[in-house]
């Protein structure tokens, strides 16, 4: 923060994605909401779009596997829902290191034990890094996104799950919530049952998918750079 603080406070104007970080940059820069603003990232609609298909199954998680993702709460919530015969497989998606790299971490083997050790090894994926064009193409052919993230800073992968037309579970806390709006449904942070309950009601959604959509137009490239503009110039 030492550098950032020195950065924003010579800045004439700090530009965030979400209005935690807004007050992060308030209370640990000393920078006023004055000289804050809030633009949203964006998803580029020619890149994630639904599939034509209507047949869409599964829950996909996007994202590093990382512990405040929230994935040992996914796993528990995984195990309650087969235990209740739910049969739509559970997909994790990306790297499985510390940082970036793929190169598993112990936290990746904790979670593999505690998969296996509640006998699901063969309904939760995990694929590691793959290729962006094959993230996109499984994201599309997903019905649930899944992201009981409990620490971010804005959450760019629901976004673009979001305009992939994915029904979103997620914690109810800033700035998912915020991101979510009134689309997908929320569940109570750091409870598996809870989280359980979010996916179910996503999975059999009507309306989820195209709320989604409707929400995901919010966060569009064009838009997020009118709102940039506007707030520098």
């Keep these: 923060w030492f550098f950032l603080k020195r950065l924003a406070q010579q800045a004439d104007m700090v530009v965030t994605a979400s209005s935690v970080l807004a007050r992060s940059v308030t209370e640990k820069v000393g920078v006023t909401r004055r000289g804050i603003a809030v633009v949203p990232f ?7 779009s639904p599939c034509a298909s209507t047949e869409r199954s599964g829950v996909i998680y996007v994202g590093r596997v990382i512990k405040h993702k929230g994935l040992d709460d996914l796993v528990r919530a995984a195990s309650v829902l087969f ?4 049969h739509e497989s559970f997909t994790v ?4 290191g510390v940082l970036w790299d793929d190169t598993p971490s112990d936290y990746f083997g904790s979670l593999v034990t505690k998969v296996e050790s509640l006998g699901l090894r063969d309904k939760i994926t995990f694929t590691g890094a793959i290729p962006r064009s094959e993230v996109i193409r499984r994201m599309r052919k997903a019905r649930v996104f899944a992201f009981p993230s409990h620490a971010e800073g804005f959450g760019v992968a629901l976004i673009q799950a979001m305009a992939s037309g994915l029904v979103p579970a997620v914690y109810d806390f800033e ?3 915020e991101v ?17 309950g979010a996916i179910l009601q996503a999975h059999e959604s ?14 569009s ?13």
């Excluded at 964006?42 to 994630?48: I, L």
């Excluded at 998606?93 to 499985?96: A, E, H, I, N, Q």
């Excluded at 064009?222 to 110039?233: H, I, K, N, Q, Y």
């Design 93 to 96: 998606v990306g790297p499985r």
């Design 221 to 233: 490239i064009s838009r997020g750079a009118d709102e940039f503009l506007g707030a520098v110039l």
């Design 42 to 48: 964006g998803v580029d609609f020619k890149e994630y």
């Design 180 to 196: 979510v709006g009134r689309a997908g449904f929320r569940a109570k942070p750091f409870e598996a049952e809870s989280l359980a």
């Design 206 to 219: 009507k309306a989820g998918d195209a709320e989604s959509l409707e929400r995901a137009q919010r966060f």
């Design 175 to 177: 700035p998912v919530s």
């Design 83 to 86: 235990g209740r015969g739910f």
